[in-house]
């Protein structure tokens, strides 16, 4: 069956996000040949200069679909304009990032579209005429894959886990532009504001400290903090759940709501590593990781691991440091 | 004005044990041991569904799951918390449904019952898809708005203010017509435990148990294989004592010139 894929390209504040280049490499991973095709669609407000650029960076053919109304995101004209393409051009799969906006419509979409929709996707596996979707379950633990047989699917992308698109494009594709016409006045959307700014210590780290629940204490974190003491150029993030019970500011959230990093040594410490945690850091340069649970899914992603309780584990190390630097 | 909050049951593994797949590798194990509790993000659902109810009075919250007979407990979990009434959609002993068919459930029996706002988890922890919720609005022909991390309720105007959580420290400020669906973040409130005299009542109650119907449609993803994760990189486990693991890592990090 020839594949007709659509790559759903999404921006914020004029820029392309890198999940949306990760869901066109996942696009050319399951599509083959030349019978294949994989077409990108763009929604924003005046979209022409980004969607010629587009077209020259992928080589690709582009749908602009101008939305006007600053380019915010809306659901319901999202799903409708993704609906009408459908019908239109007969796509076979739809290709997003599963970024909060892909999550938001992709669901309600595949409804729609009576399509099969698949979130959380890490890897796409080709086995003659069937697509297989690797993705995580239970908290990183276990993967789980999924062969699908719908005559239409929705594949969501977990970001970080395919390499940005980067090949080389001989020729620039074509960008056909449209007006929204649709109506979408069930939801109103009154604008964006940003909550706090973005941690400029998390960025220009190169060394990111990171604390999960095996942290235990909230007192505990004074250990965190003196193992971050132990480098120059250290910053201290976190996971969700920290940030929930208030014990880290949101700001040093490592994951998809949070910062993505990529320092030169990450160290996780109590970090069980779920998906949403793991998209944030998994490229990073040196991944360390001390955990209590051997077989905790932040383990798959280090390069050194440490089975020990974070909070005996880190004042043994601050002493080991302290005589081997003497030495 | 009606509240109907979804919440899942999802089993609770020990942090340090192994989840083991079973025979047929399409799930896990479950056995007499395994504990199950409420899902996480559904709780924060409840607890917005109350906070809601503590500015309006007249509101009636029911609670719904999905689910094997075990599931109730998670029902009365949310009537414990304060949630009014109960409603039980009751599954085969399978754990493992397509969002879709949950979604078409609920659909299901709450076409008819006309709540205004629909409150459930971002995600679930054992699946961690975030589908059923964006479904359902779909199948209701409700708009809706997933990742919520601040709400406004405004019965008299029928509309909820909501702020989605987007990447980077951005909120989305949306306004939307009731009925409405919202998936709800972790960290929109502080989910409080069920009090005793809740319990009590939660325990008595006869909570609306409907036989969920056979599966309306093949599911369209035929084939599940479950195995562990593969390692992404060396995943060099060092061996000794606490303190041997320490020098051995302060090793590696001078090699890496990490450590100067």
């Given at each position: 069956m020839t594949k007709k894929t659509a790559v759903i390209f999404e921006s914020f504040e004029g820029k392309f996000r890198t999940a949306s280049w990760e869901a066109l490499t996942c696009a050319c991973d399951f599509s083959s040949g030349d019978a294949d095709e994989i077409a990108?669609?763009?929604?924003?407000?005046?979209p022409e200069a980004l969607a010629?650029?587009?077209?020259?960076q992928s080589g690709r053919s582009v749908i602009a679909v101008d939305t006007g109304k600053g380019g915010l995101y809306h659901s319901e004209r999202t799903k409708?304009?993704?609906t009408d393409l459908f019908r239109e051009k007969g796509f076979t799969h739809f290709c997003l990032a599963g970024t909060t906006q892909g999550l938001d419509y992709g669901p309600g979409l595949a409804v729609r579209l009576q399509a099969e929709c698949i979130t959380g996707v890490e890897k796409v596996l080709s086995e003659g005429d069937r697509l297989s979707f690797m993705r995580s379950v239970y908290g990183g633990k276990i993967m789980e894959k999924r062969a699908v047989q719908a005559p239409v699917t929705i594949i969501v992308t977990q970001p970080g886990t395919f390499k940005p698109f980067s090949e080389s494009v001989s020729s620039p594709g074509t960008v056909d532009l449209r007006e929204d016409t649709t109506p979408g006045d069930t939801i109103r959307h009154l604008g964006i504001k940003q909550v706090q700014k973005t941690n400029s210590a998390l960025a220009e780290a190169s060394i990111i400290v990171s604390v999960g629940r095996g942290v235990k204490e909230e007192e505990n974190l004074a250990l965190v903090q003196g193992l971050a003491a132990v480098f120059t150029k250290s910053a201290v993030g976190g996971s969700r759940p920290l940030c929930d019970l208030g014990w880290l500011e949101y700001k040093q959230q490592v994951g998809i709501t949070g910062a993505t990093v990529t320092p030169d040594l990450y160290l996780a410490c109590g970090i069980s590593g779920a998906a949403q945690h793991i998209s944030g850091m998994r490229n990073s340069g040196f991944i360390v990781a001390i955990n209590i649970d051997p077989k905790a899914a932040i383990f798959n992603y280090a390069d050194v691991c440490i089975v020990e309780d974070m909070t005996t584990f880190i004042p043994t190390f601050i002493a080991t440091a302290e005589k081997l630097k003497h030495n | 004005m009606k509240i109907l909050v979804c919440v899942k049951q999802v089993p609770e593994f020990d942090p340090e044990a192994e989840i083991k797949i079973n025979e047929s590798r399409q799930g896990i194990v479950f056995d007499h041991l395994t504990a199950f509790r409420m899902n996480r993000f559904d709780e924060y659902a409840v607890e917005e569904a109350l906070l809601i109810k503590k500015q309006f009075p007249d509101i009636t919250i029911d609670a719904l799951t999905v689910g094997p007979e075990s599931a109730a407990a998670v029902v009365r979990r949310a009537m414990g918390m304060g949630a009014d009434h109960g409603i039980h959609i009751l599954t085969g002993e399978d754990r493992l449904f397509p969002a879709d068919q949950v979604a078409r459930w609920i659909a299901d029996i709450t076409q008819t019952r006309e709540y205004d706002l629909i409150l459930t988890g971002v995600m679930s922890e054992d699946q961690m898809q975030g589908q059923v919720g964006p479904m359902l609005a779909e199948y209701l022909g409700?708009?809706?708005?997933?990742?919520v991390i601040a709400e406004s309720t405004r019965p008299d105007q029928g509309t909820v203010a909501a702020?989605?959580?987007?990447?980077?420290?951005?909120r989305e400020l949306l306004e939307l017509n009731l009925?409405?669906?919202?998936t709800v973040q972790s960290g929109i409130?502080?989910?409080r435990y069920?009090?005793?005299s809740n319990v009590m009542r939660a325990k008595r109650a006869r909570l609306e148990t409907v036989e969920a119907g056979t599966l309306t449609s093949q599911p369209a993803t035929t084939i599940t294989d479950l195995h562990y994760p593969e390692k992404t990189r060396a995943a060099e486990v060092l061996p000794g004592t606490q303190e041997e693991k320490a020098a051995q890592l302060f090793r590696i990090l001078q090699e890496k010139a990490i450590i100067p």
């Open positions: 990108l669609v763009l929604l924003d407000e005046k010629q650029a587009l077209a020259r409708t304009i993704l | 409700i708009p809706g708005a997933t990742s702020e989605r959580e987007i990447e980077g420290g951005y009925p409405a669906l919202l409130n502080t989910p069920p009090s005793l």
